[in-house]
């Protein structure tokens, strides 16, 4: 029930195959998907996250992308978007949560030609498991963040 740093993906959007390039990454990539996303190519990637920072993560991967053969790195720099995406598992505690990125890192992926997202997932359970569960933690509710969207639209109408 605790916010928590889960992983960083590497999500890659090209016109053209990236099978080559998720081969030319090296062994211990884990390959979540590659193939056709619409009319374009995705490649989405991570390495094992136990223990690491996303800073460190990041560093890593942004490595294998300078390792890459000549062949390989033209399909990165090719490639229509290239995503070091931070994804981080929310939580009903604590009260906040931060994650933090080194200025180091912030220049090497910028030096790649990536950039950096963020993902929050919303903790998955029932608002009155919610509302349980932060009483017993002496927690102040925050009625509007444990409403559903079909009670917040009745009561301040739809959304625009």
Known sequence: ??????????????RTSLEPLVTALGKGIFV???GAEGRQQGAHLSLSSYGQSA??????LVR???????AARKLWDGAVSREFNVGIQAGLTPHSHELLVSSETLKMVAKVGGRIGITTYAPAMH?????RILAEKGV?????????????TRRRGPRR
């Open 64 to 70: 294998r992308v300078n390792r890459l053969t000549p």
């Open 32 to 34: 979540h998907y590659v």
């Open 1 to 14: 029930m605790e916010t928590r740093f889960l992983n960083v993906d590497l999500d890659i959007l090209s």
């Open 140 to 152: 102040p509710p925050n009625n509007e963040m444990l409403l559903t969207r079909s009670a917040m």
């Open 55 to 60: 800073d460190a993560l990041m560093r890593a």
């Open 127 to 131: 608002p009155e498991q919610a509302r």
